[in-house]
């Protein structure tokens, strides 16, 4: 492992190191150096002794004052060398002494350095640690960051609920100021009609005696003259004449079965005569196809996302869908161009409806129910709906009241004039409300929910007539139609396992249609079809 290779603490040391030795290198040289020079001159000293000794030795024994002399100049250099080698001697014990000394402290410093590296090991096993728990309340913090994100966005919405509660409210106090005006206006209105209402049941009491009087004349001059009254003796009021009913065939056989579309099929529906079936797409478009035929009769396109649901007026000219794009398009049936294009809600538009009087009423998830005049091709008036609106009918042709079915599991009933909410009808579903339809003949409502039933309403007394339900019975999507029969004693319905169930009205099942093979989005039925769609991208015809 080089240099640049070892963890901090170990450059750190090295340095040291490195900067002692430079340091302190010149006082370990002179020493050594001092060492080796006084080891020299001991081993010269000794040597210099030795050749004494042995001169000594060999003139020990010669007469002559001058070798005495010399004799005695000699031992006195051997003296002196001898304090030289015991001086030179001690000097380098002293210096073993600070060898040792070095050697101890380089030992401690060895020492030192291992306990170093203990502490690095657990630095390092703790820096482990410590890296997963980061690592670990990093993935936390993520978490909470996204579930911060996500609680602003319920935080706005339900800013923006308040809002819409709060406009509600002025509202509800504005209407409420108005009510209390119209009730007393009805109280005053109402005893001119009873008063009324007496006067003519007192006129009908009056031409009822004078009836009795004329029958018991009759029958006097009768018994006296057995004559036969004509029909000229007595006037009856005339009985109204029966209204027209529509054949209905319940469908039982598949007729034809065509692919219609690029991606799933969200909406179905039939014009007014029966000769044009329509059907809506998350491709975009909307397809028109000729009833007896099956043959594609036109493609209509402009909705730059979704088509969600589909509606003709009465005289057929012209067809409407609502997108997930936030608008409502018109279409002309003839020329398949887009007419209109209504822009104003801020979220999906699931639901619209034509009125008799040229006006155009959507529903959408910003829980807002549009009024808008053709005519001028703008929004007149705005009624907020405290809820996503799935679906909206008109309970009379001119749409003054309006029936709409909610993500909140309610149903609301609205006056379009005033903008007021007639009646809330809550706790009939225990899921969101996903289609509302109007008896052809009676005043009863048809809804749809996801907790798997449907309900006939009756809007006079707004009680539950009747609950159907199936336990194989279950609405494949938020949008899915239901729809009753043209006279209106059947209901169809599709479920999400693709069986159309058709009932009697009275809860009895008439047939189940099993063609389907995935969920059924959508019936519709006219006196002369009965079609119905699935979420994977089929249309089926259907015969008696």
Avoid at 210 to 226: F, G, Q
Avoid at 516 to 532: D, E, I, M, Q
Wanted: charged share 25%; proline share 2%; hydrophobic share 40%.
């Amino acid at each position: 492992m080089t240099t640049a290779a070892l963890p901090l603490w170990r450059d750190l040391v090295l340095k040291r190191l490195t900067d002692r030795d430079a340091r302190e290198r010149d006082a370990f040289v002179t020493l050594i150096a001092a060492h080796n020079l006084a080891v020299q001159n001991v081993a010269s000293l000794q040597n210099d002794l030795h050749a004494l000794s042995l001169a000594a030795k060999n003139g020990q024994g010669s007469p002559g004052s001058a070798e005495h002399g010399n004799h005695g100049e000699l031992a006195g250099q051997v003296a002196n060398l001898e304090t030289q080698i015991k001086e030179l001697k001690d000097e380098r014990a002293d210096l073993y002494k600070t060898q040792g000394q070095n050697a101890q402290k380089m030992l401690e410093l060895m020492e030192a350095m291992q306990k170093a590296d203990g502490s690095v090991s657990a630095l390092e096993e703790a820096n482990r640690a410590v890296t997963t728990n980061l690592n670990t309340v990093s993935a936390r913090l993520r978490d909470v960051q996204e579930l911060i994100k996500e609680k602003d966005h319920v935080i706005q919405i339900l800013k923006d609920e308040l809002a819409t509660h709060q406009l509600e409210l002025v509202q509800r106090e504005e209407q409420l100021s108005e009510k209390e005006k119209r009730v007393k206006s009805l109280e005053a209105e109402n005893g001119t009609l009873i008063e009324r209402w007496i006067v003519l049941k007192q006129e009908q009491a009056a031409r009822m005696n004078e009836a009795n009087e004329y029958v018991e004349i009759a029958l006097k001059s009768k018994a006296a003259s057995p004559r036969q009254l004509s029909s000229a003796d007595m006037k009856f009021d005339a009985f109204p004449a029966a209204l027209p009913t529509v054949t209905n065939h319940i469908p039982a056989k598949l007729v034809r079965r065509m692919q219609a579309h690029d991606s799933e099929i969200n909406c179905v529906q039939i014009n007014g005569d029966g000769s044009i079936v329509a059907t809506g797409s998350n491709d975009r478009k909307v397809l028109l196809f000729d009833v007896k035929t099956g043959a594609l009769k036109s493609t209509l396109s402009g909705a730059t996302q979704a088509i969600m649901s589909l509606t003709f007026d009465n005289s057929g000219e012209l067809v409407m869908g609502t997108s997930n794009d936030n608008s409502v398009k018109l279409w002309n049936v003839a020329t398949a161009r887009l007419k209109h294009t209504l822009t104003g809600h801020i979220g999906k538009v699931f639901a619209a409806k034509f009125t008799d009087s040229g006006r155009v009423i959507s529903g959408s998830h910003d829980r807002t129910i549009k009024i808008w005049d053709l005519n001028r091709g703008f929004c007149t008036s705005t009624i907020f709906t405290l809820s996503s609106c799935n679906d909206l009918c008109l309970l009379n042709g001119d749409g003054t009241t309006i029936a709409s079915g909610h993500l909140d599991h309610n149903v609301r009933i609205w006056d379009s004039r005033s903008g007021s909410l007639i009646r809330e009808l809550s706790g009939i579903h225990y899921g969101q409300v996903t289609s509302v339809a109007i008896h052809p003949t009676e005043n009863v409502l048809l809804t749809t929910s996801r907790d798997n039933t449907l309900k006939l309403i009756d809007l006079n007394t707004y009680q539950v007539l009747k609950t159907i339900s199936n336990d194989a019975f279950r609405p494949g999507m938020n949008w899915s139609r239901s729809c009753f029969s043209p006279d209106g004693r059947h209901i169809a319905s599709g479920s999400q396992d693709g069986a159309v169930f058709i009932w009697h009205s009275d809860g009895r099942i008439e047939k189940v249609l099993k063609e389907h093979r995935s969920a059924v989005c959508g019936v519709a039925w006219n006196s002369k079809a009965f079609v119905s769609a699935e979420k994977d991208r089929a249309v089926i015809w259907w015969g008696p």
